[in-house]
């Protein structure tokens, strides 16, 4: 079974600055997917970026960006430029793809989540 | 282009009753999961339904049960509620075929007292 952790229940960061939000994962599958995902206080999930465990090149979206070490099993998130709407919970979170038989594919794993709070 | 819609958004239900939650897909979505996610917690995977079939199912019991229709909606139906029942359930949906990732609703509040 796959485990995903983040070990920052809460961060801040000035607006214009940047952060970075970790995330380490435990499987022992070679192909996956990995998600971050923000959630507001409007509750839905919005997916962030996304990072496919065989592309070496991190992924990025804006002003968010990865940093994915597979050896390592990190998957860290960057947020350049911080606004006000960047607030909310970050979760990472780990996915089997459908190529894959057995339990699991397609099943989101989540971490239990970044407070983040972005201070004028 | 609605996104994943799910109804309703608040309910409260007293221990012992039956709860029916409800979940249209994004368009051109045919899976479905579902997730329950307890205050301060990540979402836990309940179940996925693909082809009106439960394809995956989490670590819940079988109080938990769900649904997909022909056109791609889904219930989810939990019997016997408990108190630890209360949590946000979201609904999310993607393409079985691709399966690069899911689209959430904005969830149903369940509160159970």
């Known amino acids: 079974a796959q485990t995903v952790t983040q070990s920052q229940p809460e961060m801040s960061v000035q607006d214009a600055e940047t952060v970075t939000l970790s995330c380490t994962y435990d499987?022992?599958?070679?192909?996956?997917?990995l998600f971050w995902y923000k959630q507001p206080p409007s509750r839905q999930m919005i997916l962030v970026i996304r990072?496919?465990?065989?592309?070496?090149q991190n992924a990025t979206e804006n002003r968010f960006s990865v940093n994915f070490q597979k050896a390592a099993k990190s998957f860290s998130l960057k947020i350049s430029d911080s606004q006000l709407g960047d607030t909310a919970m970050y979760f990472c979170a780990f996915m089997k793809p459908r190529a894959y038989s057995g339990a699991g594919s397609y099943q989101l794993t989540f971490g239990k989540g970044t407070k983040l709070s972005v201070i004028p | 282009d609605a996104g994943v819609t799910q109804s309703p958004t608040h309910l409260i239900k007293t221990r012992g009753q039956q709860v029916t939650l409800r979940c249209s897909p994004k368009s051109g979505h045919d899976t479905v999961s579902w997730y329950q996610q307890a205050l301060g917690q990540g979402p836990q995977f309940i179940f996925q339904y693909y082809e009106e079939e439960e394809r995956q199912r989490g670590n819940f019991p079988d109080r938990f049960s769900g649904h997909q229709f022909p056109n791609y909606s889904s219930e989810l139906n939990v019997n016997a509620l408990l108190l630890g029942d209360s949590a946000l359930y979201l609904c999310?949906?993607?393409?079985?075929?691709?399966?690069?990732?899911?689209?959430f609703g904005s969830g149903t509040r369940l509160t159970v007292v």
């Open positions: 999310a949906s993607t393409i079985w075929r691709r399966g690069e990732g899911y689209t």
């Open positions: 990072q496919e465990a065989y592309k070496q």
């Open positions: 499987t022992s599958e070679n192909n996956y997917y």
